[in-house]
């Protein structure tokens, strides 16, 4: 069995808790809408490359969603995308996935979309798309 130091178990606890919406900080009632920050977190890793918490960082350290944030309201958001990712023709699709996936991480738990809203956004991903023959 591993054991684990101090460390390492408060790196993975912090984590964890970024997956975590913030209205759970009030009550630790498990919801939909928390369901719904919780996947847009993961699309946000898969989109960045990065882990929502980057744990070699200090305490004071952004995690991924104000990153992510910050980042879009600086008219940076296509330098958030992870660079094995960028450059190979589908920038406009990842910008519309990096829309889906800041409105699924919204703070206000009530702005966040359904689960059918977001299946029917993602579906729609590219169908926009001009091919070229």
């Known amino acids: ?45 898969l989109l960045t490359g990065k882990r929502p918490v980057e744990v070699f960082k200090t305490k004071m350290s952004t995690g991924l969603v104000v990153w ?15 660079p094995l990712l960028r450059g190979n023709g589908f920038e406009e699709e990842m910008l519309q996935v990096l829309d889906v996936a800041c409105m699924c991480v919204n703070q206000n738990p009530f702005k966040r979309p359904t689960i059918k809203e977001i299946v029917d956004w993602l579906k729609n991903v590219g169908t926009n798309r001009q091919t070229t023959k």
């Open 68 to 82: 992510v944030q910050q980042m879009r309201s600086e008219g940076k958001q296509d330098e958030v995308f992870d």
């Open 1 to 45: 069995m591993e054991k684990k130091t101090g460390k390492k178990v408060e790196q993975e606890t912090r984590v964890e808790q970024a997956y975590i919406p913030p209205e759970y900080s009030q009550a630790w009632i498990a919801t939909l809408r928390g369901d719904v920050y919780s996947f847009g977190v993961v699309m946000l890793e």
